[in-house]
């Protein structure tokens, strides 16, 4: 199966929820904003972010906020290519506004195999933009035929 890496459907939240903010909304990161986002403690923020740390897919400094690494980055692009390819599903084929699109890909894009999510781009195309107008991140394994 490869070298993936093991996260939790709980971490796979908070990587693509810290992504958003960091990479696409450059936004500094810290655990208080995480809590809100997420509607949890910020004890249990600090937690998650330390079993993320310890698979070196973030760093995270006191008082400074919490930052992805390069395999951090990779991972958060991986799952959330997964929930932007459903997206484009959930609109075309169960006509979902893009709110309830998103709400329901949450619910399913960690489950989502990475086979799964290829047949669906290659099925509509290579798609390279979601419903919420995002990029949706290629993978090596779905090509377009040129």
């Given at each position: ?132 107008e995002k990029t ?11």
């Open positions: 199966m490869g070298t993936e890496l093991s996260v939790t459907e709980n971490e796979a939240r908070y990587l693509k929820l810290i992504y958003r903010k960091q990479c696409e909304e450059s936004a500094k990161v810290r655990t208080t904003t995480v809590a809100k986002s997420l509607g949890v403690r910020p004890a249990t923020v600090t937690e998650v972010i330390q079993n993320l740390s310890e698979k070196n897919l973030l760093r995270h400094r006191r008082y400074h906020g919490v930052e992805l690494t390069k395999g951090g980055t990779t991972e958060a692009r991986k799952l959330l290519r997964k929930h932007r390819i459903l997206e484009v599903l959930f609109m075309d084929i169960l006509n979902y506004d893009a709110r309830n699109a998103c709400k329901e890909a949450s619910k399913l894009d960690y489950y989502a195999s990475r086979d799964l999510i290829n047949a669906i781009c290659r099925a509509y195309g290579h798609p390279e933009i979601c419903p919420c949706i991140f290629s993978d090596s394994k779905c090509k377009k035929n040129k």
